[in-house]
């Protein structure tokens, strides 16, 4: 077997294109130019999307009895923003270009001109791009490096004035610290118990980039787990095994994951401890996902903004506290970017590399549970009636009986010669495609009603039964 770790990463190019090409991602508004930092996902994309979510909400909220679900609204109250510091500090640094205007992240600049910029200060960062000549990527002069605040502002109603402004929200996690007293009161959990949330989340970012690795809109599926303060580091550990858990769910190699822990101003406003999980995109090791001990940092500030006691009442041992926060935080593109990466193989099917026949193929290896088609009916030729029925049947038959375990994701497909069928379901990542042929009717009288599967790895194929192909793809799909 290759060994995965060390087969070559593809280019962006190469996965850009494959989302394209076979309806995965598309560029936001294209046919007007695009507009930057938006993505937006066809037909395979929204499956993958909506079976990366499953996966996650499953691991941690439904496998789990200390779980609950919040959707709370992506627009809040103003304050709700104020309270939590993102107001005063959601920010990055930036540099203008001063003859064209065009804005850049001061810390990319001076990163890309080899310049360790963790800690440094904004006047340290203008120093230092003085002090290396850095210039804007037109060749200008860059102006003083100051704080841009990244959260998108709104007017709610008819009125634009101060009262009416809103945020679209920057992170999830407001939405969870606002109604952790509605779910105390309401549910009544023990500590120590988690809201889950997943949604959308928009950041006005300088400088998007890396295809869907660095968006405007994003989403978001993060858990606020509120702990008695003496448990934080026993609870920040098991979210750490378990989000190393979870890359293995999604087909992410442990090789290709590394934690960073981050440094002392570094971290978020919020934050007295983090831990980034990182990836070996295309384009380098970037974070992927992060975890944060996020303290009583929220609660009490919610408590003070709002005149609202967000403590805490434990019934055993009649005491009141403010439980602290472990936050673990993922991002559902840099999810699915990052599962591109992983699973996008090239290699030669038929014979040897270099030799007659081979066949240089595209695929992506995706872990059944996570493909998006999970397994392609064919006729195996399409102007043969007989044929087309009966593949329409085995269709039915599969799409139900999947169905019925809470399986989706049964295709038919008619399109093109054989050959071209495989390449397709390949590149969109379907691990079985089955053929229906003149021996399932009956050719060969004891291969009626057995099929041709094909594995998309191996490129082999095997005869099974039909009234066993319904266990065959739900065993490999757990
Ligand atoms: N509530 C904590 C929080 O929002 P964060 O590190 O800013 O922390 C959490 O974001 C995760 O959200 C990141 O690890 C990443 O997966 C994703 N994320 C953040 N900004 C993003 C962006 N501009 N584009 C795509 N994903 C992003």
């Known amino acids: 077997m290759t060994d995965k770790t060390s087969t070559p990463r593809p280019s962006m190019e190469d996965i850009i294109s ?40 499953k691991r941690f909220v439904e496998d789990r009895e200390d779980m609950y679900g919040i959707d709370a609204a992506i627009l809040m109250n103003q304050n709700v923003w104020k309270a939590s510091g993102h107001v005063a500090g959601f920010s990055d640094p930036l540099v203008e270009d001063a003859k ?74 407001g939405g969870m610290f606002v109604n952790y007293k509605n779910v105390v009161d309401s549910i009544h959990p023990k500590l ?3 809201l889950a949330q997943i949604g959308k989340a928009f950041r006005n970012e300088i400088a998007p980039r890396d295809f869907i690795f660095r968006l405007r809109e994003l989403e978001q599926m993060e858990i606020e787990y509120f702990v008695d303060p003496k448990d934080w580091e026993k609870v920040f550990e098991s979210f750490r095994s378990e989000m190393h ?24 406003h919020y934050s007295k401890r983090t831990i ?15 975890l944060a001990y996020r303290t009583d940092f929220d609660l009490s500030a919610h408590t003070k903004g709002s005149g609202v006691d967000l403590s805490y009442f434990d019934e055993e041992t009649k005491t009141r506290l403010t439980p602290h926060v472990i936050e673990p935080s993922f991002g559902v593109e840099r999810t699915v970017l990052a599962i591109l990466t992983e699973s996008y193989t090239e290699d030669t ?35 043969k009636p007989q044929l ?6 085995v269709f039915s038959m599969l799409k139900k009986e999947l169905a019925s375990h809470g399986v989706y994701g049964a295709m038919f497909d008619d399109n093109g010669n054989i050959g071209k069928r495989y390449r ?55």
């Open 18 to 57: 494959l989302c394209k090409r076979r309806g995965f991602i598309f560029q936001g508004s294209e046919i007007y130019g695009g507009l930057a930092g938006t993505w937006d996902y066809g037909p395979f994309g929204v499956t993958l999307r909506n079976n990366v979510r499953n996966l996650w909400w």
């Open 100 to 173: 064209t205007k065009k804005r850049y992240r001061a810390d990319h600049l001076l990163e890309e001109a080899g310049v360790d910029v963790k800690g440094m200060s904004l006047a340290g960062m203008s120093a230092a791009m003085k002090e290396k000549g850095i210039k804007s990527p037109d060749g200008n002069a860059l102006g003083e490096v100051r704080q841009f605040n990244m959260m998108f502002k709104t007017n709610v109603g008819a009125t634009e004035d101060e009262t009416s402004v809103s945020y679209l929200r920057p992170e999830t996690a």
């Open 192 to 194: 120590p118990f988690g």
């Open 245 to 268: 858990a979870f890359t293995k769910d999604i087909g992410l190699a442990p090789a290709h994951v590394h934690e960073l822990e981050v440094a002392d101003g570094d971290r978020a």
């Open 276 to 290: 980034d999980f990182e990836f070996d995109y295309p384009f380098g090791k970037k974070e992927l996902y992060g």
């Open 349 to 383: 099917l038929g014979s040897e590399a270099g030799a007659e026949g081979a066949e240089k193929r595209i695929y992506l290896k995706f872990p059944p549970r996570i493909a998006p088609v999970k397994v392609a009916v064919f006729p195996l030729l399409k102007n």
């Open 388 to 393: 087309v029925e009966k593949a329409r049947d």
């Open 424 to 478: 397709r379901q390949d590149e969109i990542g379907t691990p079985f495609c089955v053929t229906i042929d003149f021996d399932t009717l009956g050719e060969t009288a004891d291969l009626k009603d057995t099929v041709t599967l094909r594995n998309r790895d191996t490129g082999e194929q095997q005869r099974i039964a039909l009234d066993a192909l319904t266990d065959y793809v739900l065993n490999a799909i757990v």
